[in-house]
């Protein structure tokens, strides 16, 4: 894909009119969707949106994750992240970076080494919902337990998931008020 065009040009070749303002006026955007990204790099002028409280980023599989990872960690009001069906083997983002994220979504993301991705998601102080569905993992690393803020936790049903060791686990935490398994 030719990465060249403008963002503007990225825009209109990609059908994403809902990003014109993002890319027009940053800050006048709190709510942020990425669906079907074609392209390797998210559009400059989205660093501007410093209003940002939810952001979700779908289907992208061509987006290169350490430029969005940039992208994300400059969002200093997010509150929730949706990481829905991407090709990303880490989390794309610091925890340092992201201290207000109260809920995260990661769903369907077959690349993700989980262990790697809890040891940074461990550190979301702020983290009250976590959801992990449709992920290669059978037992939830011992890191969840460095959530202390966490209220609800939604975890995605597979053949291989030791429930026992995730029960062992969820109960020690103190503040969790649901468990969803879907």
Known sequence: MN???????KLEYAGMDYLRSGVKEPETVYDLYVNNYPFLYLPENLRLANNVIYFSIRD??????????????????????????????VVPFSASKLTGLEELLIENNRNLHIERAMSEISKLKSLKKLALFTLPYSQLPDEVLNLQNLEEIWIGANDSLDYEQHFKILKKMKKLQALTIV
């Open 3 to 9: 990465t060249t065009f403008t963002d503007e040009e």
């Open 60 to 89: 992208s599989w061509n987006v290169d994750w350490n430029h969005a990872s940039t992208l994300i960690n400059q969002f200093p009001k997010l509150k929730k992240l949706y990481l829905v069906s991407n090709n990303f083997e």
